[in-house]
T-cell receptor, first 113, second 114 residues
Framework: DGGITQSPKYLFRKEGQNVTLSCEQN?????MYWYRQDPGQGLRLIYY???????QKGDIAEGYSVSREKKESFPLTVTSAQKNPTAFYLC????????????FGDGTRLSIL | GESVGLHLPTLSVQEGDNSIINCAYS??????FIWYKQESGKGPQFIID?????DKRQGQRVTVLLNKTVKHLSLQIAATQPGDSAVYFC?????????????FGQGTILTVHP
């Protein structure tokens, strides 16, 4: 079945370390997105990409970096510059056309020890 | 700036009842609206969407109503089941060609009692 795979589901890292979250999709979607969700809150956009080798900052990009070398993959790196990285991270994808829904993975919960 | 708000942060219903979740939005340029359901520990799941050229759309056990005049959206769930218990998000786009710009509110927690 087509879908979005995020790994790992839980991730623990020491303070000061960079950590990379994986997101892979086999939906043949051109656009991919990363969101952060804090407890009891909605989703906030970190980065998004509408085509390979191109991406744009979202509303809360500071302390994060991304790459888009392949259509299927959009990894997110949480750097040591991110002051409060503990959160639930969600990856999504969509076709690049106005008024289309995004499809989400099941998230990675990152905890900083 | 944009905001998407919900009138009721929590909603409790009995199994078999109909549920109505309301949502207000502020961006008059929004022309596309989506309802997502999020269960604990999972990603949001698409339920139904509606474009601004419509005022009603029906799916399986769900109906979305759009009132652009007062910038209000609602999701109606018929014969609510315990499996419907989740957080429901009303999402709107920024209008125009901003494909990736979806605005998420805090969500409404729906609890269905057997």
């Amino acid at each position: 079945d087509g879908g979005i795979t995020q790994s790992p589901k839980y991730l623990f890292r020491k303070e000061g370390q960079n950590v990379t979250l994986s997101c892979e999709q086999n939906l043949n979607h051109d656009a991919m997105y990363w969101y952060r969700q804090d407890p009891g809150q909605g989703l906030r956009l970190i980065y998004y990409s509408q085509i390979v080798n191109d991406f744009q900052k979202g509303d809360i990009a500071e302390g994060y970096s991304v790459s888009r070398e392949k259509k299927e993959s959009f990894p997110l790196t949480v750097t040591s510059a991110q002051k409060n990285p503990t959160a639930f991270y969600l990856c999504a994808s969509s076709i690049v056309q106005a008024r289309q829904p995004q499809h989400f993975g099941d998230g990675t919960r990152l905890s900083i020890l | 700036g944009e905001s998407v708000g919900l009138h009721l942060p929590t909603l409790s219903v009995q199994e078999g009842d109909n549920s109505i979740i309301n949502c207000a939005y502020s961006n008059s340029a929004s022309d596309y609206f989506i309802w997502y359901k999020q269960e604990s520990g999972k990603g949001p799941q698409f339920i139904i969407d509606i474009r601004s050229n419509m005022d009603k759309r029906q799916g399986q056990r769900v109906t979305v109503l759009l009132n652009k005049t007062v910038k209000h959206l609602s999701l109606q769930i018929a014969a609510t089941q315990p499996g419907d218990s989740a957080v429901y998000f009303c999402i709107t786009n920024a209008g125009g060609t901003s494909y990736g710009k979806l605005t998420f509110g805090q969500g409404t927690i729906l609890t269905v009692h057997p």
